[in-house]
C-alpha cells in the first residue's frame, strides 16, 4: 500500500467516518491519544453498563443491544486491556438480558420499536447464538473480567463447540477469538485442530471484488492468530493483494453489507477501511513508515 493509497484512506475517513471512528484512525495510525477514543465510546454507553445509541450503524435506536456492546468491547480491545469497571458493567447488563441457557441474541426485542435495519427490526427469533457469546466471552477472557455471567457464557461457548456439526464465517470468527483468549489452552488447541477443517471451509480464499463474502483475512487478521495456519501463505498474499485491490478512487473500502440506509452505509464504510489498513499493517503492506498505536499496559 504507497503513501498516496494511505492519503486516499485518511481523506476518507475525515470525510465519512463518525467522530469515534475518526478517532481510531488517529490512534491506529497516527500516534494518536486513546482518550478521545475512550470519551466517544463513552457517549454510547448506558446506564445499564451496556452499549447503544447507534454504536452498531445497523442499530439506531438509543437503547443497549448485545450487538452494539460486542463492537465497544473491540473497540476497547484495539486500546489494551478493557477497564474492569466497564467490563463488570458490561456483564452485569449481560446478565439482566442473557437467555436461560447462558448465551446471547445479537438483538432483544425492543429493537422492533426504534429505529433499525430491516432484518434486525422485522426478526422474530432472539434466540442464544454462538457467535456473539463467543466473542463477547472471549474477549472477557483475554482483559481478564472475572464475572458469573463470563464464566456461564463460557460453558455455553464449550458446549455448542463441541457439538457442531457445520458453521458459517460470523460464528466461525467468534468461535476462534474465544479458542484463541480462553484459558484452558490444551482444550482449546484441541478443539481448534478437531474443528479446523469446518472453519477453513467456510472462508473464500479466491478473492471476489462483489458480494458479501468473507475472506480469510477477515477471520485471521494478523499473523499470529489461531487460524493463520488454517491458510497457505500464497492464499493469504492473494487476499492481501486483493484488499490493496479493492481500495475505491476515494480511499474507502465497499462494506459489503446490504444497503438500508445511507448513513449506516458510511459508517460501515469508515470502520471496514480502517480494519482493512489494519490487516494491510499488521501483514506488512502498508509502504508508509506509520507511528504504531500507544496500546495501554
Avoid at 438509543?62 to 466497564?86: F, K, R, V
Avoid at 437467555?99 to 429505529?115: A, F, I, K, Q
Amino acid at each position: 500500500m504507497t503513501w498516496d493509497s494511505y492519503l486516499a484512506a485518511d481523506h476518507f475517513v475525515m470525510r465519512s467516518a463518525r467522530l469515534v471512528d475518526r478517532h481510531r484512525f488517529a490512534y491506529h495510525f497516527q500516534a494518536g491519544p486513546d482518550q478521545p477514543v475512550r470519551a466517544a465510546l463513552a457517549a454510547h454507553r448506558n446506564l445499564d453498563g451496556g452499549y447503544g445509541n447507534a454504536l452498531d450503524p445497523d442499530l439506531r435506536g438509543h437503547a443497549s443491544q448485545p450487538a452494539a456492546t460486542e463492537i465497544a468491547l473491540q473497540y476497547l480491545d484495539e486500546l489494551g486491556p478493557i477497564p474492569e469497571d466497564i467490563g463488570l458493567g458490561v456483564c452485569r447488563y449481560l446478565t439482566s438480558i442473557s437467555n436461560d441457557d447462558g448465551g446471547l441474541p445479537p438483538v432483544l426485542p425492543n429493537v422492533r420499536y426504534t429505529e433499525a435495519a430491516p432484518w434486525y427490526q422485522k426478526t422474530d427469533d432472539f434466540d442464544s447464538r454462538l457467535d456473539i457469546t463467543a466473542m463477547i466471552t472471549g474477549l472477557l477472557h483475554k482483559s481478564n473480567i472475572t464475572h458469573p455471567w463470563r464464566d456461564r457464557a463460557t460453558a455455553y461457548c464449550w458446549k455448542h463447540i463441541d457439538s457442531l456439526n457445520w458453521t458459517d464465517p460470523h460464528e466461525a470468527i467468534g468461535i476462534c477469538a474465544f479458542l484463541q483468549y480462553v484459558p484452558d489452552r490444551a482444550r482449546a488447541v484441541s478443539t481448534m485442530n478437531h474443528i479446523a477443517h469446518m472453519i477453513r471451509a467456510v472462508f473464500d480464499v479466491h478473492p471476489r471484488t462483489t458480494g458479501h463474502v468473507h475472506t480469510p483475512l477477515d477471520l485471521a487478521c494478523h499473523p499470529d492468530h489461531i487460524a493463520r495456519p488454517l491458510f497457505s501463505d500464497a492464499e493469504i498474499e492473494r487476499n492481501l493483494e486483493a484488499f490493496e485491490n479493492q481500495q475505491r478512487a476515494d480511499g474507502g473500502w465497499e462494506a459489503c453489507w446490504d444497503h438500508w440506509d445511507t448513513t449506516a452505509t458510511l459508517e460501515r464504510e469508515g470502520m471496514r477501511t480502517i480494519q482493512r489498513l489494519r490487516i494491510l499493517r499488521t501483514y506488512s503492506r502498508v509502504q508508509p513508515d506509520l507511528p504504531s498505536p500507544r496500546r495501554a499496559d
